[in-house]
């Protein structure tokens, strides 16, 4: 088991981490398009396009990550005052009433939304680029199988510290 977790793990950090230079892109995507928007007076038909499908890639690719590393937000006065056990009980009642139901819908509607992208050839019609749609949705399904898979790790952490009443790790 702790070798799945760690695998997990692994990868939840490699992923955040590859996804940060992703904002490198973004700002290179970004100065582009106004450089060539209002100094040349020639702007691109791909940089809005562009920008958006490469900030989505790093939210959505980043989620596993923020949760590796407990970023997401929490109420911490309440919380980080309860014992080991507490927490974990608030962790795994949550994880069952909020996040799974949620995890099920996103990974889902991710993998409908490439089946629907690559059976209709569905393009993007935000510009008159008009991209093919399915990278985009497939970069965004991954990142929901990703977070789902930190969640299901981090459950497994919550349920040993429910039973035995101290960390896992």
């Not at 590859?18 to 791909?46: D, G, H, K, Q």
């Not at 790093?58 to 056990?85: E, F, N, P, Q």
């Amino acid at each position: 088991m702790r070798r799945v977790l760690r695998t997990i793990d692994s990868l939840s950090n490699y992923v955040g981490r590859a996804a940060c230079l992703l904002a490198i892109v973004l700002i290179l995507v970004l100065v582009n398009e106004t450089i060539l928007r209002y100094v040349f007076n020639r702007p691109t038909m791909w940089g809005y396009e562009l920008s958006y499908m490469v900030g989505a890639s790093m939210a959505v690719l980043g989620w596993s990550y923020t949760h590796l590393r407990k970023g997401h937000v929490r109420v911490d006065i309440i919380y980080s005052r309860l014992s080991c056990r507490s927490q974990a009980i608030i962790n795994v009642a949550c994880s069952i009433i909020f996040l799974a139901p949620l995890l099920y819908v996103l990974v889902r509607a991710g993998y409908n939304s490439i089946a629907f992208a690559l059976r209709m050839n569905e393009i993007l019609t935000e510009s008159s680029w008009m991209p093919p749609a399915w990278p985009i949705r497939t970069i965004v399904f991954v990142g929901f199988v990703l977070f789902a898979l930190q969640c299901i790790a981090q459950f497994a952490r919550d349920m040993y510290a429910l039973v035995r009443n101290r960390a896992y790790d």
